[in-house]
């Protein structure tokens, strides 16, 4: 258990609809990050919020659009997806995402599934 | 850019065997150097970090030495578990904030 929870664990939806993945951490953190998973592929930075404000966006398509109400939950707007962007989306924690050795602690995942 | 290349796998290795997942980075500066590990259906967990050339990061019985002439950080072990068997990644950390560079990740599978 790394404080870090992720809901659905799974998710199936087709291109022409709406989803949320949702993201929790219960370690008291300031900084909050959305990685996607590929096979074969370096993880990628997606998103990341420090203090509830982006500071970071890494030329993510606006199908995805984040939003982090408090800095203990953090969300990933899914629309119009297109198959390629199945993948594991991974949601993860620091300190407060400014020190270079900051540990990670990351939750277990959505897998999405686009059909 | 910053960018971190590991061996592909899948690596296959029998319990007590000796393990070697290579990992070689490419960084402007002086960068961080780490070792992720991901158990069947979890997220990454740090398992060892080196901040400095030469320092040996050390955690589980696993080892990595930041090698900056060679620009490596390879992770060993010397007699591994069924329990290791998750997927490795090395990660670097550069010079700015908010900056984790991680490789594609390596699976490992120990069989008894």
């Known amino acids: 258990e790394t404080g870090v929870t992720q809901t659905p664990r799974h998710l199936v939806m087709g291109m022409t609809n709406k989803k949320s993945l949702k993201c929790e951490q219960h370690l008291g953190h300031n900084a909050m990050y959305w990685y996607k998973q590929s096979a074969k592929k370096p993880l990628e930075l997606m998103f990341v919020y420090s203090l509830e404000e982006r500071v970071e966006n890494n030329s993510v398509p606006s199908r995805f659009s984040p939003e982090c109400p408090n800095s203990s939950h953090l969300f990933l707007h899914l629309h119009t997806l297109q198959p390629e962007d199945s993948a594991l989306y991974l949601c993860?924690?620091?300190?407060?995402?400014?020190?270079?050795?900051?540990?990670?602690?990351f939750g277990s995942g959505t897998q999405l599934s686009v059909l | 850019g910053d960018s971190v290349t590991q061996m592909e796998g899948p690596v296959t290795l029998s319990e007590e065997a000796f393990l070697t997942i290579n990992c070689t980075y490419t960084a402007t500066g002086y960068p961080s150097l780490f070792w992720y590990v991901q158990y069947p259906g979890e997220g990454l967990q740090l398992l060892l970090k080196a901040t400095k050339a030469d320092d040996k990061g050390s955690n589980k019985g696993f080892e990595a030495t930041y090698r900056k002439e060679t620009t490596s950080f390879h992770l060993e072990k010397g007699s591994v578990q069924v329990s290791d068997s998750a997927v490795y990644f090395c990660?670097?950390?550069?010079?700015?904030?908010?900056?984790?560079?991680f490789g594609t990740g390596t699976r490992l599978t120990v069989i008894p």
């Open positions: 990660a670097l950390s550069g010079t700015g904030a908010n900056n984790l560079f």
């Open positions: 993860a924690s620091s300190q407060d995402g400014t020190g270079r050795d900051e540990k990670l602690f």
